[in-house]
């Protein structure tokens, strides 16, 4: 195959590519979730519910340990003692994404997948296309932080995620980007990815959020 043939084989690939992800905007847009925006925690309601019952069933599996191993140890252990969370390990079952979700396997499209959501809520009059860049790269390097420790882990697969997201009393459409976890990793594991952000958004302060994937 000759290079001018190669080029074009990747530029095709790589159209055909854009136009797929274009059309995964699409649908996600037109099932946008309904949920209340609360402007002084720039984020919904529901998303932080979310995220208090994803602390909730963390405590669970905590407490759950530490009455395992105690019943392991018999009655010499220590009423304080704790389960540690590296012991401890979620399973989330397999992906299912919300119908509001569009989303990548690879960190590298991801770019791709917020400028196209950004550049569907500009089509529909919800931002300014002018600002895309700028917010491309602010979200990127939030996303990334978080996803810096899920990196190289047996046991669990990432996928990059962009959910729409309407508040139709306050007439707002917006999008909420997202790393979602799924498979077999340790309470450590996710508490770490959550805690990676330098700049923590509402539900990264409370603990992460279940979102859209299958509730351990």
Do not use: W
């Not at 809520?121 to 996303?143: C, F, M, N, S, T």
């Not at 139709?168 to 790393?179: E, F, H, L, S, T």
Request: avoid cysteine; charge should be negative; glycine fraction near 4%.
């Amino acid at each position: 195959m000759s290079e001018s043939q190669e080029a074009t084989n990747v530029v095709e690939a790589r159209t055909r590519f854009l136009a797929e992800l274009k059309q995964q905007v699409d649908v996600a847009y037109q099932n946008r979730s309904v949920e209340t925006y609360l402007p002084e925690e720039k984020n919904t309601a529901e998303a932080i519910a979310r995220a208090h019952d994803l602390q909730a069933k963390i405590r669970g599996h905590l407490v759950a340990k530490k009455t395992d191993n105690q019943k392991k140890e018999g009655d010499g252990v220590l009423p304080d003692k704790q389960a540690k969370s590296e012991d401890v390990f979620i399973d989330t079952g397999e992906f299912e994404p919300h119908p509001s979700a569009a989303y990548v396997s690879n960190s590298h499209d991801y770019p791709d997948l917020i400028r196209a959501s950004l550049e569907k809520l500009a089509d529909e009059g919800h931002y300014d296309r002018k600002d895309i860049p700028e917010k491309v790269q602010e979200i990127l390097e939030h996303e990334y932080e978080h996803h810096v420790p899920a990196l190289d882990q047996e046991g669990m697969q990432v996928r990059y995620l962009i959910d729409f997201v309407e508040d139709r009393k306050k007439r707002i459409v917006g999008m909420r980007p997202a790393i979602v976890l799924t498979g077999h990793f340790s309470v450590k594991l996710q508490q770490e990815i959550v805690n990676a952000a330098k700049n923590p958004s509402a539900t990264d302060k409370i603990g992460g959020e279940l979102l859209p994937s299958k509730p351990i």
